[in-house]
């Protein structure tokens, strides 16, 4: 049964800080792997999918990486804003979707 | 990509009581599911919703209480039955185009409180 653990589990910064999310998995036999970010009470917003064949993927000030064989996945962001404060989700997509538990970002003005 | 509705987008509800939460997707989709956030808690699964047949519910879910409908590839239904307060959470519908591996996206969500 795959497993999906993220550290740490909060996280707080001064603005403009850049910072790296951590996220690893039990199972390699993935499809895919998913960052989201989660505002409260709200749904999920994909910011990065990566596939299984693929090594990193960036968007914007994002950059997401991912070794399968480590079963090890980190998110990159650069000079971090307030408006970046949300619950980021590493997700893994094999049989079915498992979620990490997240890591809340705070980022202070 | 893909992008999802949610309707109602919050709701307060008196114990004993039945909600059906409404997702559209803008294009045609081959996998759509219902998940449940409940507080400070990470996403659980509670069906594959399959067009013109029963859906498929995980363990701990049953048809009686978390009826769905799916009548086509771009809307689905969740009904939550007979709420009690322990159904107060998060309730998210998400898509995916292909079977296995391809991008997932979620809508809003719709924030369930009972009373």
């Known amino acids: 049964k795959q497993e999906v653990t993220q550290i740490p589990a909060a996280l707080s910064v001064p603005e403009g800080e850049n910072l790296v999310l951590n996220c690893s998995f039990t199972?390699?036999?993935?499809?895919?792997l998913q960052w989201f970010r989660q505002d409260p009470g709200k749904g999920l917003t994909s910011l990065l999918l990566?596939?299984?064949?693929?090594r990193e993927q960036t968007s914007g000030r994002l950059n997401a990486s991912l070794d399968k064989s480590s079963g090890r996945s980190t998110l990159y962001i650069a000079a971090s804003q307030p408006g970046d404060s949300a619950t980021y989700l590493c997700?893994?997509?094999?049989?079915?979707?498992?979620f990490g538990e997240g890591t809340q970002l705070t980022v202070n003005p | 990509s893909a992008v999802i509705s949610q309707k109602p987008s919050r709701d307060i509800c008196q114990r004993g009581t039945s909600l059906t939460i409404q997702c559209q997707v803008d294009?045609?989709?081959?996998?759509m599911f219902w998940y449940r956030q409940q507080p400070g808690q990470s996403l659980t699964l509670i069906a594959t919703?399959?067009?013109?047949?029963?859906?498929?519910?995980e363990s701990g879910f049953v048809i009686d209480k978390f009826p769905i409908s799916r009548p086509n590839l771009t809307f689905s239904t969740l009904t939550v039955s007979n709420m009690s307060p322990e159904d107060s959470s998060i309730y998210l519908c998400?898509?995916?185009?292909?079977?296995?591996?391809?991008?997932?996206?979620f809508g809003p969500g719709t924030r369930l409180t009972v009373t």
């Open positions: 990566i596939q299984s064949s693929q």
């Open positions: 294009s045609q989709v081959t996998m």
């Open positions: 998400s898509v995916r185009r292909g079977v296995l591996g391809g991008e997932q996206y």
């Open positions: 997700v893994t997509s094999g049989s079915r979707l498992t």
């Open positions: 199972d390699s036999a993935i499809y895919n």
């Open positions: 919703a399959n067009q013109g047949s029963e859906a498929t519910y």
